[in-house]
Protein backbone atom coordinates (compact mmCIF):
# COMPACT_ATOMS: atom_id res chain seq x y z
CA UNK A 1 0.00 0.00 0.00
CA UNK A 2 1.14 3.61 -0.84
CA UNK A 3 2.18 5.61 2.14
CA UNK A 4 2.47 8.96 0.71
CA UNK A 5 1.15 9.58 -2.51
CA UNK A 6 0.99 12.55 -5.06
CA UNK A 7 -1.06 13.07 -8.43
CA UNK A 8 0.21 14.07 -10.86
CA UNK A 9 3.39 12.29 -11.84
CA UNK A 10 4.43 14.51 -14.14
CA UNK A 11 2.59 18.45 -14.97
CA UNK A 12 3.65 19.98 -17.88
CA UNK A 13 1.78 23.51 -18.01
CA UNK A 14 2.36 27.06 -19.33
CA UNK A 15 3.10 30.14 -18.09
CA UNK A 16 0.22 32.29 -16.30
CA UNK A 17 -2.15 29.28 -15.63
CA UNK A 18 -3.12 27.93 -12.02
CA UNK A 19 -2.31 23.85 -11.22
CA UNK A 20 -2.72 22.16 -7.93
CA UNK A 21 -0.62 18.94 -7.02
CA UNK A 22 -2.54 16.68 -4.53
CA UNK A 23 -1.00 14.59 -2.17
CA UNK A 24 -2.27 11.84 0.43
CA UNK A 25 -0.96 9.62 3.21
CA UNK A 26 -2.39 6.84 4.81
CA UNK A 27 0.33 6.61 7.35
CA UNK A 28 -2.23 8.04 10.42
CA UNK A 29 0.25 10.97 10.38
CA UNK A 30 -0.64 14.46 11.54
CA UNK A 31 1.91 17.13 9.93
CA UNK A 32 2.50 17.19 6.21
CA UNK A 33 4.96 18.88 4.38
CA UNK A 34 5.79 20.52 0.93
CA UNK A 35 9.19 20.44 -0.74
CA UNK A 36 10.54 22.00 -3.59
CA UNK A 37 13.84 19.97 -5.17
CA UNK A 38 15.61 22.23 -7.35
CA UNK A 39 18.14 21.41 -10.20
CA UNK A 40 20.64 21.06 -7.95
CA UNK A 41 19.11 18.58 -6.16
CA UNK A 42 18.50 20.62 -2.80
CA UNK A 43 15.45 20.24 -1.18
CA UNK A 44 13.98 23.12 0.03
CA UNK A 45 10.74 23.37 2.90
CA UNK A 46 8.11 25.19 1.69
CA UNK A 47 4.96 24.33 3.75
CA UNK A 48 4.28 22.47 7.17
CA UNK A 49 0.41 21.56 8.05
CA UNK A 50 -0.43 20.27 11.50
CA UNK A 51 -3.89 19.37 12.23
CA UNK A 52 -5.12 21.56 9.46
CA UNK A 53 -2.73 24.67 11.08
CA UNK A 54 -0.25 26.26 9.22
CA UNK A 55 2.75 26.02 11.44
CA UNK A 56 5.52 26.90 9.32
CA UNK A 57 5.63 29.00 5.82
CA UNK A 58 8.87 29.38 4.23
CA UNK A 59 9.53 32.82 2.38
CA UNK A 60 7.62 31.69 -0.61
CA UNK A 61 5.57 33.83 -3.33
CA UNK A 62 2.06 33.97 -2.15
CA UNK A 63 0.96 32.24 -5.59
CA UNK A 64 1.67 29.21 -3.37
CA UNK A 65 -0.87 28.51 -0.97
CA UNK A 66 -0.99 24.50 0.72
CA UNK A 67 -4.65 23.44 0.95
CA UNK A 68 -5.58 20.96 3.63
CA UNK A 69 -9.03 19.37 3.50
CA UNK A 70 -8.34 17.01 6.31
CA UNK A 71 -5.13 15.24 7.98
CA UNK A 72 -4.68 13.16 5.38
CA UNK A 73 -4.31 15.73 2.72
CA UNK A 74 -2.27 18.34 1.98
CA UNK A 75 -2.73 19.78 -1.23
CA UNK A 76 -0.49 22.40 -3.32
CA UNK A 77 -2.23 25.46 -5.22
CA UNK A 78 -0.29 27.10 -7.40
CA UNK A 79 -1.32 30.40 -9.12
CA UNK A 80 -0.42 32.36 -11.95
CA UNK A 81 2.92 29.73 -12.95
CA UNK A 82 6.43 31.39 -14.20
CA UNK A 83 9.44 29.37 -15.49
CA UNK A 84 11.38 29.35 -12.31
CA UNK A 85 8.24 27.10 -11.09
CA UNK A 86 9.94 24.39 -12.80
CA UNK A 87 10.78 21.83 -10.72
CA UNK A 88 10.42 18.25 -8.47
CA UNK A 89 7.60 19.04 -6.33
CA UNK A 90 7.69 16.09 -2.70
CA UNK A 91 4.95 15.97 0.15
CA UNK A 92 6.33 14.31 3.24
CA UNK A 93 4.12 13.64 6.18
CA UNK A 94 5.39 12.49 9.68
CA UNK A 95 3.85 12.16 12.77
CA UNK A 96 4.14 15.54 15.20
CA UNK A 97 7.22 15.35 17.77
CA UNK A 98 9.06 12.39 15.82
CA UNK A 99 11.71 13.54 13.16
CA UNK A 100 11.65 10.67 10.80
CA UNK A 101 9.18 11.99 7.75
CA UNK A 102 7.95 10.13 4.85
CA UNK A 103 8.35 11.19 1.07
CA UNK A 104 6.11 10.74 -1.70
CA UNK A 105 7.52 9.93 -5.24
CA UNK A 106 7.54 13.67 -6.07
CA UNK A 107 5.62 15.43 -8.66
CA UNK A 108 7.85 17.08 -12.16
CA UNK A 109 6.25 20.53 -12.34
CA UNK A 110 7.69 21.53 -15.88
CA UNK A 111 6.71 25.55 -16.92
CA UNK A 112 6.99 26.17 -20.68
CA UNK B 1 20.49 30.10 9.49
CA UNK B 2 20.95 25.83 9.97
CA UNK B 3 23.49 24.94 7.04
CA UNK B 4 24.32 21.16 5.89
CA UNK B 5 27.08 21.08 3.65
CA UNK B 6 27.79 17.95 2.39
CA UNK B 7 30.87 15.86 0.32
CA UNK B 8 31.93 15.23 -2.23
CA UNK B 9 29.30 16.12 -4.95
CA UNK B 10 29.56 13.30 -6.08
CA UNK B 11 31.73 9.92 -6.52
CA UNK B 12 32.46 7.33 -9.20
CA UNK B 13 33.68 3.76 -7.80
CA UNK B 14 34.02 0.57 -8.92
CA UNK B 15 31.61 -2.12 -7.29
CA UNK B 16 33.39 -3.72 -4.28
CA UNK B 17 34.75 -0.64 -3.32
CA UNK B 18 34.45 1.12 0.28
CA UNK B 19 32.68 4.75 0.18
CA UNK B 20 32.41 7.28 2.85
CA UNK B 21 30.08 10.38 2.30
CA UNK B 22 30.48 13.53 4.65
CA UNK B 23 28.17 15.77 6.18
CA UNK B 24 28.76 18.39 8.50
CA UNK B 25 26.29 20.83 9.71
CA UNK B 26 25.38 24.16 11.60
CA UNK B 27 22.34 24.12 13.57
CA UNK B 28 20.64 25.91 16.73
CA UNK B 29 19.74 23.35 19.34
CA UNK B 30 20.43 20.25 16.85
CA UNK B 31 18.26 17.44 17.36
CA UNK B 32 18.75 14.73 15.21
CA UNK B 33 20.67 14.30 11.43
CA UNK B 34 19.27 11.65 9.15
CA UNK B 35 20.58 10.25 5.95
CA UNK B 36 18.04 9.45 2.47
CA UNK B 37 18.94 7.94 -0.29
CA UNK B 38 17.37 9.27 -2.88
CA UNK B 39 16.89 7.03 -6.24
CA UNK B 40 15.31 8.86 -9.00
CA UNK B 41 12.42 10.33 -6.98
CA UNK B 42 11.43 10.39 -3.69
CA UNK B 43 14.11 9.77 -0.67
CA UNK B 44 13.89 6.97 0.97
CA UNK B 45 15.23 7.13 4.80
CA UNK B 46 18.48 4.99 5.93
CA UNK B 47 19.40 6.50 8.95
CA UNK B 48 18.90 8.93 11.79
CA UNK B 49 21.42 9.93 14.67
CA UNK B 50 20.70 11.82 17.50
CA UNK B 51 23.99 10.31 20.31
CA UNK B 52 27.83 10.70 19.08
CA UNK B 53 29.70 7.91 18.97
CA UNK B 54 26.74 5.36 17.97
CA UNK B 55 27.39 3.51 14.49
CA UNK B 56 23.65 2.67 13.46
CA UNK B 57 24.27 -0.56 10.49
CA UNK B 58 22.27 -1.64 8.10
CA UNK B 59 23.40 -4.54 6.36
CA UNK B 60 26.55 -2.69 4.36
CA UNK B 61 25.45 0.56 5.22
CA UNK B 62 26.90 2.48 8.72
CA UNK B 63 27.00 5.66 9.70
CA UNK B 64 27.95 7.61 13.21
CA UNK B 65 27.39 11.27 14.18
CA UNK B 66 30.15 13.79 15.63
CA UNK B 67 28.19 16.30 17.50
CA UNK B 68 31.19 17.81 18.85
CA UNK B 69 32.64 18.01 15.60
CA UNK B 70 29.35 18.55 14.15
CA UNK B 71 29.67 16.04 11.21
CA UNK B 72 28.68 12.55 10.43
CA UNK B 73 29.68 10.23 7.83
CA UNK B 74 28.00 7.01 6.16
CA UNK B 75 30.09 4.14 4.61
CA UNK B 76 29.10 1.89 1.98
CA UNK B 77 31.23 -1.44 2.06
CA UNK B 78 31.31 -3.94 -0.98
CA UNK B 79 29.54 -1.34 -2.92
CA UNK B 80 27.23 -2.28 -5.20
CA UNK B 81 25.35 -0.90 -8.75
CA UNK B 82 22.03 -0.38 -6.82
CA UNK B 83 23.89 1.33 -3.90
CA UNK B 84 24.11 4.21 -7.23
CA UNK B 85 21.97 6.88 -5.82
CA UNK B 86 21.85 10.58 -4.16
CA UNK B 87 22.31 10.63 -0.38
CA UNK B 88 21.36 12.99 1.36
CA UNK B 89 21.58 14.29 4.74
CA UNK B 90 19.44 16.56 6.60
CA UNK B 91 19.51 17.97 10.05
CA UNK B 92 16.34 18.94 12.63
CA UNK B 93 17.31 21.97 14.48
CA UNK B 94 15.22 24.64 16.16
CA UNK B 95 12.29 24.97 14.30
CA UNK B 96 10.87 21.59 15.01
CA UNK B 97 10.06 18.76 12.49
CA UNK B 98 11.70 20.93 9.97
CA UNK B 99 14.54 19.55 8.38
CA UNK B 100 17.56 21.15 6.53
CA UNK B 101 18.95 19.24 3.67
CA UNK B 102 22.29 19.25 2.72
CA UNK B 103 22.68 19.08 -1.49
CA UNK B 104 23.36 15.78 -1.63
CA UNK B 105 26.48 13.09 -2.82
CA UNK B 106 25.68 11.59 -6.14
CA UNK B 107 27.21 8.22 -6.02
CA UNK B 108 27.81 6.04 -8.84
CA UNK B 109 28.67 2.34 -8.69
CA UNK B 110 30.33 1.19 -11.92
CA UNK B 111 30.05 -2.78 -12.69
Known amino acids: DTAVSQTPKYLVTQMGNDKSIKCEQNLGHDTMYWYKQDSKKFLKIMFSYNNKELIINETVPNRFSPKSPDKAHLNLHINSLELGDSAVYFCASSLRGEFEQYFGPGTRLTVT | EDKVVQSPLSLVVHEGDTVTLNCSYEVTNFRSLLWYKQEKKAPTFLFMLTSSGIEKKSGRLSSILDKKELFSILNITATQTGDSAIYLC???????????FGGGTRLMVKP
Open chain 2, 90 to 100: AVEGNAGNMLT
